[in-house]
């Protein structure tokens, strides 16, 4: 199982990514997909997840900025990031629990600065 994350940069608050998860080695379709990150100092944190049948669960710190989705053809989870705030610089990460085992890909870097 690979997981790539994608699409992380330097953005100016109140500005917008929208983050890509390539998944590979899996059947794509029929799994919870989830965002994580952990900012400099601080612990991994959950952000998001989106389960098979497209129901979505978010933390609290990012509900209404933040929006997870899916598309299975491309096995791709993506997250796109509103409203962005400096507290939200972090690394983002995404996740798969595949056979009682998690996989992580390499994250992507966010940083949020004027």
């Known amino acids: 199982v690979q997981l790539q994350a994608s699409g992380g940069g330097l953005v100016q608050p109140g500005g917008s990514l929208r983050l890509s998860c390539a998944v590979a080695?899996?059947?794509?379709?029929?799994?919870?997909l989830e965002w994580y990150r952990q900012a400099p100092g601080l612990q991994r944190e959950f952000v998001a997840h989106i389960t098979s049948d497209h129901s979505t669960n978010y933390a609290d710190s990012v509900k209404g900025r933040f929006t997870i989705s899916r598309d299975n053809v491309k096995r791709t989870v993506f997250l796109q990031i509103d409203s962005l705030k400096p507290e939200d610089t972090a690394v983002y990460y995404c996740k798969v629990m595949y056979r009682d085992r998690n996989y992580w890909g390499r994250g992507t870097l966010v940083t949020v600065s004027s």
């Open positions: 080695g899996l059947n794509f379709r029929l799994y919870t």
